[in-house]
């Protein structure tokens, strides 16, 4: 029986690789089953008991789906895709060697398919994933190449081929080239009426978004957008795009909408062993360990086999943040008898053990971590959080904590002794930071929230100086110690807030950024750039009415200013990216064509004009051009070689078009350039590295930059976080990493027509 389902590229395929591009700090990827609207077929053949161990995969039955694909090569031992998909279960599971054996002989099938015809393009797609497993990464490139030419003569025949577009799309995502991608899918939703078509261009357009470009908002609307065309009893298709959707959540540190949307899962798929583990996560971000550990339970007893070692992962995480540590090493143990190789659990072990006083046994399980690839030296447990501010300004006192380590905290039993009085202190109440998270502790009176403690005490710091020293009020043990005294007083002027506001969204801080925007608002409230910033600001922390407000002020700001000059080309700009973030796409692309219209009419007066020139650049970049864009910013250096801004710019359009070698010798370029006492720029370009570097894969080299970002911010919340993130190396709540993965998924999940 002949398959009409196309499982290609990495959807069935995955391999766990950093995250592109910007948010590399979420490494949990979408749950996404591969789907066929196909009937699978009962008889007893090869593709048969494939498809059975798809199913059986996807239900989280690890071991049976193992067995299903090893009858499926038995009954035929030149079915390349069972191979494949074997290889790519194996690998998941922690047993890379067997992984590789199974990948280098679908290669060997796949070559032998092409020689027979080299016109097949799944073959050349699935040899590439398979290349791609095997850290093999110019084959792959060159093998999806071939794909993608073959594609390319499909489309230049017949431009308006709804099919061959969405083939070439997913391809291109693959590629890592997810502008051209989310080009080519727009075009296919607006050739055809196919429903299929429409939902998955929409959900590829949505994994793009999110996973390629890290812009979360629009991955969100285009999953609403497929989500839409589902029919009501389709629960194989809506569990899976709920399950990307509340992976968008997550990748956007947005937990109680990603736990929301996972639950909406399990609903729909209650045994679905992915949306449990997702659940997990989310919860544990959250600080909910308790609730995290029944999500994990759940997990481990919905596969039929058990065997799935990521949710005993998780199950020892969530442990080891309520300080259950002999728990946490059975969970551990769990873990390392399915997957030996998983140094992070290794280190994870140790940590717990040494919690127990077992340091002799920490110390030999932490070897053995570093053995297997893990780097970060042995941490006493539970670091209590750093005193990084303290404020003593009228009836105001509070004192601002963060955790700078790279897992949710809970802190318990604490007591704020003031100047080393005991007599004048006073109890915490109990309390869990994220990552990075700051929380100020107010002495005086007010509503408690996320952020903000008030403790309505009677407590008075000294307006001059002092200290305050955390004690652990069980143990009495000292947790932390600070001395403060008044800080000058600040400069109240448009710049300095502006300049605030950049260096706290770079330390990860974005929610005293939009405070700090809207210090500089109240003193220039016209000012449609300053709107802009705190639009972003509030979208990064999930506040989307708030950011799509701001964004309004700003676009009629801005059409106010073309109102009286309409030959302003920054404001034709300006207004094409509000309309973007806005997601009225249409608009944006017109307002940036006319951006690039009015530019090269200045320029035919006036050639060596790098400002205009810097905007036509933008336009360019905006309408997709990334080649020409890359020629403005040439003569902009040429014009001026110190231009270091131009530079970075011009690296950022090199990673986007996946040319990470040229990327870092424009930054390396630019960061020369910087004054040395400049910190803040300094620290962004240091931090844009660290990004390129992440695309590349190059880890150490990425750890080093962000080094470089701490050494230059040491309360750098972002930076901490990310390198924390890097070496943990969060394995995936589901069943892939890596944006190809998904984009396959979703690409191939329907029979042809």
């Known amino acids: 029986m002949k398959s009409k389902c196309r499982l290609a590229d990495a959807g069935r395929f995955n391999r ?72 790519a279960l194996l690998f998941r599971m922690g047993k890379k060697d067997d992984a590789e054996l199974a990948f280098e002989k679908a290669i060997d099938l796949y070559n032998e398919t092409l020689e027979k015809n080299p016109q097949d393009t799944i073959a050349w797609i699935d040899r590439g994933v398979a290349f791609t497993y095997l850290d093999r990464q110019e084959e792959s490139i060159e093998s999806r190449q071939k794909a993608l030419e073959i594609f390319n003569q499909t489309v230049e025949k017949n431009s308006s081929d709804p099919q061959a577009l969405s083939d ?93 949307a996972y639950q909406k899962v399990i609903e729909l798929s209650p045994g679905d062993v992915n949306a449990w583990i997702g659940k997990g996560f989310a919860l544990k971000s959250l600080g909910r360990s308790a609730e995290a550990e029944a999500a994990f339970d759940k997990a481990i007893n919905s596969s039929s086999d058990s065997k799935y070692w990521l949710a005993w992962f998780g199950k020892g995480e969530a442990l080891l943040a309520q300080e259950k540590y002999d728990e946490a090493v059975i969970a551990y143990d769990e873990v390392i008898e399915l997957n030996p190789t998983h140094a992070t659990t290794w280190n994870e072990k140790g940590t717990a053990l040494q919690a127990l006083g077992r340091q002799a046994e920490a110390e030999e399980v932490y070897a053995n971590a570093q053995k297997l690839g893990y780097s970060i030296e042995p941490e006493t447990p539970h670091v209590p959080p750093v005193v990084v501010n303290v404020t003593s300004l009228g009836d105001d006192d509070s004192i601002e904590l963060a955790n700078n380590e790279s897992l949710p905290r809970e802190f318990n039993n604490l007591t704020m002794i003031v100047d080393g009085d005991e007599n004048n202190s006073i109890a915490l109440p109990n309390f869990t930071m994220q990552p990075g998270q700051k929380i100020r502790i107010h002495f005086g009176q007010g509503e408690s929230n996320q952020t903000d403690l008030y403790l309505w005490s009677k407590i008075d710091l000294d307006d001059a100086a002092g200290n305050l020293t955390l004690k652990d009020s069980i143990s009495g043990i000292e947790r932390g110690y600070m001395e403060y005294w008044t800080p000058p007083i600040q400069e109240n002027t448009t710049g300095y807030w502006i300049k605030k506001a950049i260096e706290l969204r770079y330390r990860g801080s974005f929610e005293e950024s939009a405070q700090a925007y809207d210090q500089a608002l109240q003193l220039d409230p016209e000012n449609a750039t300053l709107w ?26 801005t059409e106010e200013a073309l109102k009286n000059d309409p030959q302003n080309a920054m404001a034709w700009h300006r207004k094409g990216k509000i309309l973007s973030n806005l997601g009225r796409e249409d608009e944006a692309s017109s307002a940036h064509e006319t951006a690039l219209a009015t530019s090269d009419q200045i320029l035919e007066k006036d050639a060596e004009n790098s400002s205009v020139l810097r905007i036509k650049a933008e336009a360019l970049a905006s309408l997709g051009q990334w080649d020409e864009s890359l020629q403005a910013l040439d003569k902009v250096i040429e014009i001026n070689p110190s231009n270091y801004d131009a530079m970075g710019r011009k690296s950022e359009i090199l990673v986007m078009m996946g040319m990470f070698n040229e990327s870092l010798q424009a930054l390396n370029q630019a960061i020369e350039l910087i004054p040395a006492n400049d910190t803040l720029e300094l620290l962004v370009y240091w931090s844009a590295k660290s990004e390129a570097l992440q695309s590349a894969n190059r880890l150490d080299e990425a750890i080093t930059a962000l080094d470089k970002v701490i050494e230059l911010d040491p309360q750098n919340a972002a930076a901490w976080r990310i390198k924390g993130f890097i070496f943990k190396e969060y394995p995936a709540a589901c069943c892939g990493d890596g944006p190809e993965t998904v984009l396959r998924k979703v690409a191939y999940s329907a029979c042809n027509d």
């Open 16 to 87: 766990q690789l950093p995250e592109h591009l910007r948010l590399k700090l979420l490494f949990c990827f979408i749950s996404v089953a591969v789907l066929c609207t196909c009937a699978i077929a009962q008889e007893n053949t090869a593709e048969s008991w494939y498809k059975k161990g798809i199913e059986l995969e996807n239900n989280g039955s690890y071991v049976e789906a193992i067995k299903a694909y090893e009858q499926s090569i038995e009954l035929n031992q030149s079915y390349a895709p069972a191979w494949s998909a074997k290889g």
């Open 168 to 260: 070439k799309a997913f391809t291109l995502a693959g590629m890592g080239r997810y502008s051209e991608s989310i080009e080519a899918l727009d075009r296919v939703i607006e050739l055809t009426s196919n429903p299929t078509l429409v939902m998955d261009a929409w959900r590829g357009k949505a994994v793009a978004y999110a996973e390629g470009l890290s812009e979360f908002n629009k991955s969100l609307v285009a999953w609403d957008k497929a989500l839409e065309l589902m029919p009501a009893n389709d629960t194989a298709n809506l569990s899976v795009t709920w399950g990307c959707k509340a992976k968008t959540f997550d990748m956007a540190g947005r937990f109680e909408e990603a736990n929301a």
């Open 532 to 557: 802009i910033g705190k639009a972003l600001d509030l979208s990064t922390i999930g506040r989307d009415n708030d950011s799509i407000k701001a964004y309004e002020t700003a676009l009629q700001l």
